[in-house]
């Protein structure tokens, strides 16, 4: 009788701590949520989880290329989970393929309303991608990483970023966008030159009236 209810309490004991075989256990986590790669069996470099959402939840709220804007981002973010982070290389080009995904948003969605929409769909599609603390400490890492690394850009102001071809009247309204940042960038480099040569002047004359007057 004392073995039956020593038992009893080991398996409540058990349960408490979430050991498999217990019926009070946790639930079972998702396949797709087991490993850090996650689950891909159409090789398209998307987790077929996050593939099935933005289908459901995401593609009906965009247009044809504003949904492909969306797919190169979820490929940027699994590339994140399946690069080796001990390797300068791999980290590097991913932070490139990251900032073209990001870049051919702003291309594609343009300005206003419709990029605030942008904005919220890559949020969200990223809170989907990164979902467990495994995948978020991959996310800081790879962060990280890309600093340690030195990351730089490699992809210019003008430059179409995304890895699909638009229509040519698509493209013009796309090329006069980036026309646009461009001088934009133009106008605030020449600022900041401007307001580095009045600090440098600023600074040569206090330093100027810090030196004694020299006798004649």
Same mark, same amino acid.
């Given at each position: ?11 409540? @004991?058990?349960?408490?701590? +979430?050991? #498999? ?8 986590? &998702? ?28 593609? &009906? ?14 490929? @940027?973010?699994?590339?994140?989970? #399946? ?7 791999? $980290? ?10 990001? +870049? ?9 309303? +419709? ?15 990164? +979902? ?19 990351? &730089?850009?490699?992809? @210019? $102001? ?47 004359? @206090? ?10």
């Amino acid at each position: 009788m004392k073995l039956k209810y020593l038992l009893a309490g080991l398996c409540v @004991a058990l349960c408490c701590v +979430n050991v #498999t075989g217990c019926k009070k256990n946790k639930e079972k986590i &998702s396949e797709y949520d087991v490993t850090l790669e996650g689950v891909d069996k159409d090789g398209n470099k998307i987790r077929d989880d996050i593939e099935e959402r933005m289908q459901k939840e995401m593609k &009906s709220d965009v247009n044809e290329f504003e949904y492909k804007v969306l797919l190169q981002n979820a490929k @940027a973010f699994n590339e994140i989970l #399946t690069l080796n982070p001990e390797s300068r290389p791999e $980290v590097l080009l991913a932070r490139d393929h990251v900032d073209q995904a990001i +870049n051919c948003g702003i291309q594609i969605y343009g300005d206003g309303l +419709n990029f605030d929409h942008y904005t919220i769909l890559l949020t969200k599609l990223r809170q989907w991608y990164f +979902n467990t603390e495994e995948r978020r400490n991959r996310r800081e890492e790879f962060i990280v990483r890309s600093r340690e690394y030195h990351y &730089s850009s490699t992809t @210019a $102001v003008d430059e179409y970023t995304c890895d699909f071809d638009v229509p040519d009247t698509l493209m013009a309204a796309i090329e006069e966008r980036m026309e646009i940042r461009r001088q934009k960038n133009a106008e605030e480099m020449k600022e900041k030159n401007e307001e580095a040569g009045v600090a440098k002047e600023l600074q040569s004359i @206090a330093e100027e009236g810090t030196n004694p007057p020299q006798l004649p």
